[in-house]
């Protein structure tokens, strides 16, 4: 019998003995419990309905009735602490398995996978960076769409019904009037006929040529479309401009050479050359010999096709050019041959990088 009958002991620091007993009991029994099972047995053992928790319960009935409540209440408020030093024995447990588990698939210290960053393709570098260079000085970048009418992309630009380039044979139409525009110069004539003088735009964008593909030539191309119109503005600063932008794209020793040229749609024209980066000038393969080499195409706009876009040529002059991206990132990167930038192997590109 736990509490013996009133016999002059007080019962409940008996009972607070015996609940302190179990308590160091309880927690030294779950020290050794290593696995579920044996941690169940000791809750059964010691909290179980025949448990010892019950025992002490069924020794209240030996107390004088009026003892009785406050042992009910010691003994449940020692059960539920009883039951919390399970419950954390139960997740300390728990936790061990899982840090055993984490231990054995999980090498903390191995070094990780790399993973590769991607990086901008050299054409979109080269539009990237020639427009930074343009809107740096306060050009607008446009875009326009890649189908165009066969107004914009000749008439108004004043090539002539019968001139090569319209003939199916050099371009790819989709019906009569309607074609994959053959060169950005077509927002030329879009921009100013949306908005009045001055202008000065850079339009980025794909173009189509029936070309057969070579190291020199692809179907589907970048251009960058420049165009300043405004009183007064001559070839000196197209000239200035350009100088700027190769200067910027290639590095500071850059000069820039005008040779005469001819498009429908400026007057007087020019190809426009710079200096071989590959030689500085001196004559390279890149050059073949020259020491020069050609972007692009440029000119005064013709006075025709600023008064196609409603502009009067008696007060508003302006320049035109059109860059090539492909150009630009193959001399960058000293590549002979634009089917490398149309490839796009991930391997070759991670070296132009
Ligand atoms: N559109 C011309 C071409 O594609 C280039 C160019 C643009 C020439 C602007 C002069 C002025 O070849």
């Known amino acids: 019998m736990l509490f013996p009958a009133h016999d002059g002991a007080f019962p409940i620091s008996a009972l607070n003995e015996q609940l302190q007993s179990l308590t160091e009991r309880l927690t030294k029994a779950l020290a050794t419990a290593t696995d579920t099972t ?21 020794s209240i009935g030996t107390l004088p009735p009026g003892e009785r409540p406050q042992a009910g209440k010691i003994i449940n408020a020692a059960v539920t602490g009883l039951e919390a030093l399970v419950d954390a024995a139960a997740r300390a447990l728990a936790f061990r398995a899982l840090d055993a588990e984490l231990e054995r698939s999980i090498d903390v210290t191995f070094p990780g996978t790399a993973r590769a960053t991607g990086s901008l393709h050299p054409v979109r570098r080269a539009i990237e960076d020639a427009c930074a260079y343009f809107e740096r000085r306060g050009f607008a970048v446009v875009t326009g769409n890649e189908i165009e009418t066969e107004y914009f992309n000749f008439d108004a630009l004043n090539i002539p019904p019968d ?24 927002m030329q004539v879009r921009t100013m006929q949306a908005y009045p003088p001055p202008i000065a735009i850079v339009v980025p964008g794909k173009a189509y040529r029936r070309d057969a593909i070579d190291a020199r030539h692809s179907p589907v191309f970048h251009q960058i479309e420049g165009l300043l119109v405004a009183p ?13 932008l ?32 590959g030689c500085h000038g001196s004559g390279c393969k890149t050059c073949s010999g020259s020491g020069w080499i050609e972007i692009g195409g440029s000119g005064m706009v013709h006075p025709d096709v600023l008064r196609e876009a409603g502009y009067d040529p008696q007060t508003v002059t302006g320049w035109a050019f059109g860059v090539g991206p492909e150009r630009i990132a193959m001399v960058r990167h000293g590549i002979d041959d634009i089917r490398v930038l149309f490839e796009n192997d991930p391997r070759v590109l991670a070296e132009l990088a």
């Open 38 to 58: 044996t941690l169940e047995d000791v809750r059964v053992r010691f909290l179980g309905r025949s448990g010892e928790i019950t025992l002490v319960r069924r």
């Open 163 to 186: 001139h090569p380039a319209r003939e199916g044979l050099d371009s790819f139409y989709l019906r009569p009037g309607l074609l994959m525009r053959t060169h950005t110069s077509p």
């Open 232 to 244: 007064g503005i001559h070839l000196g600063h197209l000239k200035g401009v350009l100088t700027g």
């Open 246 to 277: 190769f200067r910027d794209l290639f590095g500071p020793q850059q000069a820039v050479r005008f040779r005469p040229s001819y498009f429908p749609f400026t007057e007087p024209s020019a190809e426009v050359d710079t200096t071989c980066p």
